[in-house]
Nanobody
Framework: QVQLVESGGGLVQTGGSLRLSCAASGGTFALYAMGWFRQAPGKEREFVAS????????DYADSVKGRFTISRDNARNTAVLQMNSLKPEDSAVYYC????????????????????WGQGTQVTVSL
């Protein structure tokens, strides 16, 4: 099973940008669709974005469409979430997720029980 490590979180002002990275190891990265989820205090973990194995298909939560961009580099075993125009409501712990998918073009919005998670990285957006 692939292991995931996130980086790039931090404190930013409203309207600012952050770039989260997810480094994968221990598995065949190209077999996994990749996703980002987030969890704010007192709330359920929620879907943010996902990208297919090939990178050709992406999916976003309505709350981040037009502001966040997910990408991946299969040669470097990394997935990236570029976050622009950040809002205070984007503050949360962001988790990288990897889910095995048979199709190279499938994305997902829910993590399976067998999917892999990173340890999370804190994003805080101040007023």
């Amino acid at each position: 099973q692939v292991q995931l490590v996130e980086s790039g979180g931090g404190l930013v002002q409203t309207g600012g940008s952050l770039r989260l990275s997810c480094a994968a190891s221990g598995g065949t990265f190209a077999l996994y669709a990749m996703g980002w989820f987030r969890q704010a205090p007192g709330k359920e973990r929620e879907f943010v974005a996902s990208i297919s194995r090939s990178g050709g298909s992406t999916d976003y939560a309505d709350s981040v469409k037009g502001r966040f961009t997910i990408s991946r580099d299969n040669a470097r075993n990394t997935a990236v979430l570029q976050m622009n125009s950040l809002k205070p409501e984007d503050s949360a712990v962001y988790y990288c997720n990897a889910r095995l998918r048979a199709s190279a073009s499938s994305t997902y919005q829910s993590a399976s029980d067998s999917s892999s998670w990173g340890q999370g990285t804190q994003v805080t957006v101040s007023l």
